[in-house]
């Protein structure tokens, strides 16, 4: 037994010039470009959230559960069309996104680095001149601020060797990873405020001296020179840095 069928007629604008301006404006998106003959309503956007929450959950998943909600029969079809239309969906909303983006002034470059952390980043008018306009921790290691804010202390030695102590700061030939695994973790930096700034994948391998080279090369060309970065390794980095 099948849904129960009726007939509409939807009333059209004088500014809508297709056929999907007028759908769009009732509520469903069409199947095809110009002259769709079928249409799906916008009541299926919930699948966005769903999807989001559950990735696992498939298109094919969403079509079949449509189709016992409405007591019809499922086709390869059905789901080729939900696919186009919730890819449509997908375009209008990444088009609303980058429109007011622009509008909120959002779309500029490095304005994510520039925003990320208020605390940091937000200048206030008379604001006293600090030591550092900004500073940058990187591999997650807090216990880095200590001995970056109080490096002028005498009874802290200057210089230690830090490759007994840390793996990643050992020979390249440590730092192998197995060939099974494309992208072995993530290289970040934070600011004092635990904010990420940046993030990049590491790719067969552990902790290259290219990633915090990337990262920092970054940080100078967005924030200024003017800053400082806490690094486990850093006695053994700043030497390639």
């Known amino acids: ?5 009726h ?4 009333p059209y604008k004088p ?3 297709y056929p999907n301006e007028v759908l769009i404006y009732h509520g469903y998106i069409g199947c095809s470009p110009v002259l769709p003959t079928v249409a799906i309503s916008l009541h ?4 966005h959230q ?6 696992q959950f498939s298109i094919q998943a969403q079509c079949k559960l449509l189709c016992h909600l409405h007591n019809t029969p499922y086709h390869p079809y059905l789901n080729i069309q939900l696919t186009i239309t919730y890819d449509v969906y997908l375009n209008i ?3 609303v996104d980058c429109q007011l983006k622009k509008a909120l002034g959002h779309g500029t470059n490095n304005w994510q680095m520039l925003n990320s952390c208020p605390a940091c980043f937000y200048r206030l008018e008379d604001e006293p001149v600090l030591d550092f306009n900004w500073l940058s921790n990187h591999d997650g290691d807090t216990d880095n601020w200590q001995n970056l804010l109080t490096s002028t202390n005498p009874d802290i030695p200057t210089s230690f060797t830090c490759v007994e102590q840390w793996h990643n700061a050992g020979p390249d030939q440590w730092k192998r990873m197995f060939s099974m695994f494309h992208e072995s973790g993530i290289f970040i930096a934070s600011c004092q405020h635990w904010f990420v700034l940046l993030a990049c994948n590491m790719v ?7 990633y915090p080279l990337a990262i920092i090369s970054k940080l100078l060309s967005v924030y200024g020179k003017n800053g400082g970065c806490a690094y486990d390794i850093g006695c053994a980095f700043s030497a390639t840095l």
């Open 1 to 5: 037994m099948k849904a129960a069928q």
């Open 7 to 10: 007939h509409a007629t939807l």
């Open 15 to 17: 500014h809508h010039l």
């Open 44 to 47: 299926f956007a919930t699948y």
């Open 50 to 55: 769903i999807h989001r929450i559950c990735p």
């Open 93 to 95: 909303l990444d088009h």
């Open 204 to 210: 067969k391998s552990s902790e290259l001296a290219k």
